[in-house]
């Protein structure tokens, strides 16, 4: 099918005491989807890192067009034809949108800004998302919209291939819909696209080739069409079999431990709920529909009209001071800038949320809180060489394992996940999804707000819906309710009469 436009040939990295890629070869053809899956640490992010200029091979070459490919950096990735799409986000808060899509395609004269470039960017944020103003500011803007500028702007150049890391991590059903539309179109066109994602339904969706990294080495590329089903792709991921499915919760429904009564603020519209003791409560629904900002809510980061109560008394929460007093606990979407101090070690982020388990008399106990790190450290199973670890060394399942830490710390009866299992592999995602179970069966309740769909699915006992800030159903796990029903209500379409069904 068409010609190699990349030839990888023993291509590998060595880092102190590691090896990232280990003598890996295989072949991307030009027009393709290809994809490259793998848990964290099997060495993607680190062949992306080399096509980008980033990071320099230690052995092995890259044949791109026919020559050898050994860009300087990624000034000079570009000039050869090459856009990135990363999985960190790489916008400028202080400037507008318009701003971040024209950086860098100024026309200037004299030192001053004559024109700006973009006619294209400004074209693809129309189809991709019509109602972001291009004066917005980005500091103003979502994770979800953050996100849509970097997907346009990658779009955008006249590149022969984009490499596309994580690109709908942020991303609602309907925006992933449109993304794919476009990489349709793009492959139409002859470019090629190397998309790398742990959301496998995606690589089942638009994935022409799959190559399988695993701890450095290269398991093997196939056509995705002669892969019979996920299991077979986890399985060659991660060397053992892994399993989604959902099994119910042993939820006391005599016991209410916190109800919403008409929560309301601009996003909002009297969102009204009750979580159950050991339930695992979803919130489903497309971006903007107001699953964060009900977190935000509940957790007194937002101001917000309304009662909450909890275990039968109302409570009134406006910080999360507040809210960890009455036994709520969040974890945040950005982990890295919300949930963690990444210059602290894995021992010093821990305790946090609850200073009294490693103080007395005001003064900190370093044996106390090496001690509780620990503990921590084992029971979710962080992967780490040490509690002395600063986090922000660790995988992203590793990292938001330590923000649940955090949580678990705070002894805290509710718990909120905000995208919990955003950007992580699939092992580890099976870890989060195990932790959460665990929770629910310690008598724990678990609230998880999420656009992925299969994991709402995979692990809610009962899915609320949203639409436009509103609550326009509410579902019962595995009993006559579908995805296609699910995306019919969330989306505008008819089902039943929008209440809940039991």
Known sequence: MGENIIEVRELTKYYPGTTALDRVSFDIKKGTVHCIVGENGAGKSTFVGILSGAVKRSSGKIIYKGVDYNPANIRDAMKSGMSFLFQELNVVESLTVEENLTLGMEETR??????????????????????????????????????????????????????????????????????????????????????????????????????????????????????????????????????????????????????????????????????????????????????????????????????????????????????????????????????????????????????????????????????????????????????????SLLSGGNQQKVVLAKCLNAEAEVMLLDEPTRGIDVGARQEIYKIIRDLSKEGKSVIVFSSDLSEILSVCDRIVLLRDGEVKAVVKNGRDVSKEEIMEIVTGGNWGNHGTKD
């Open 110 to 391: 004299y030192g001053f800004i004559r024109r700006r470039g973009g006619a294209r960017s400004f074209d693809l944020l129309k189809s991709f998302a019509p109602n972001m103003r291009l004066d917005a500011r980005v500091s103003d803007l979502s994770v979800a919209e953050k996100q849509i500028i970097e997907i346009v702007k990658a779009i955008a150049a006249d590149a022969s291939i984009v490499v596309m890391d994580e690109p709908t991590a942020a991303l609602s059903e309907e925006e992933a819909r449109r993304l794919f539309g476009i990489i349709n179109e793009l492959t139409r066109r002859g470019v090629t696209v190397i998309y790398i994602s742990h959301r496998l339904d995606e690589i089942f969706e638009i994935g022409q080739y799959v190559t399988v990294l695993r701890d450095g080495h290269c398991v093997g590329t196939k056509r995705v069409a002669d892969i019979s089903s996920p299991s077979e792709l986890i399985t060659m991921m991660t060397g053992r079999a892994v399993e989604e499915s959902y099994a119910p919760s042993e939820v006391d429904h005599n016991r209410k431990v916190l109800e919403a009564r008409s929560l309301s603020n601009k996003r909002l519209k009297g969102v009204s709920f009750e979580l159950y003791k050991g339930e695992i409560l979803g919130f489903y629904g497309l971006r903007g529909a107001g699953k964060t900002e009900i977190a935000r809510a509940i957790y007194g980061v937002d101001k917000v009209e309304g009662t909450l109560f909890v275990n039968g008394r109302a409570v009134k929460i406006n910080s999360p001071r507040a809210a960890i007093k009455s036994g709520i606990c969040m974890v945040p979407e950005e982990r890295r800038t919300q949930g963690l101090i990444g210059k602290l070690s894995i021992r010093e982020n821990i305790p946090l949320m609850n200073m009294r388990k490693i103080s007395r008399f005001m003064l900190t106990s370093g044996e106390r809180e090496k001690q509780l790190a620990r503990m921590y450290i084992e029971k979710l199973r962080i992967v780490t060489d040490s509690e002395n670890k600063r986090v």
